[in-house]
């Protein structure tokens, strides 16, 4: 099956900066989309950015201005640079990807188990 790994959380102080990546393994035929979701205690989960096949990427408002997300199609991983970190920023940052594991398989959402973000005042 597909596995996603996030890695590069961390602890980082307000107006700092961050980068996070997600490598997917396993039997993949094509990557729809990759996504970089986050939750924090007691919210619900909520779209971060998202980036297509075409390199057309999507942000939600909190990280419009802010952060980046990027891909590398031979490594098939998605990455988020995040500036001007704020408290507000602080979640477990979760990596999404649609994939279609051959041609007669239908698009799956796969997700990573997440990796924490903790920005201090």
């Known amino acids: 099956q597909v596995q996603l790994a996030e890695s590069g959380g961390g602890l980082v102080q307000a107006g700092g900066s961050l980068s996070i990546s997600c490598p997917a393994s396993?039997?993949?035929?094509?990557?729809?989309?990759m996504s970089w979701y986050r939750q924090a205690p007691g919210k619900q989960r909520e779209l971060v950015a998202s980036?297509?096949?075409?390199?057309?990427?999507n942000y939600g408002d909190s990280a419009k201005g802010r952060f980046t997300i990027s891909k590398d199609n031979s490594k098939k991983t998605v990455y988020l640079r995040m500036n001007s970190l704020e408290p507000e920023d602080t979640a477990v940052y979760y990596c999404?990807?649609?994939?279609?594991?051959?041609?007669?398989?239908?698009?799956?959402?796969?997700w990573g188990q997440g990796t924490q973000v903790t920005v201090t005042s």
């Open positions: 980036i297509n096949s075409e390199n057309s990427a």
């Open positions: 999404n990807m649609r994939v279609r594991r051959s041609p007669i398989h239908l698009l799956v959402d796969y």
């Open positions: 396993g039997s993949i035929f094509s990557i729809n989309a």
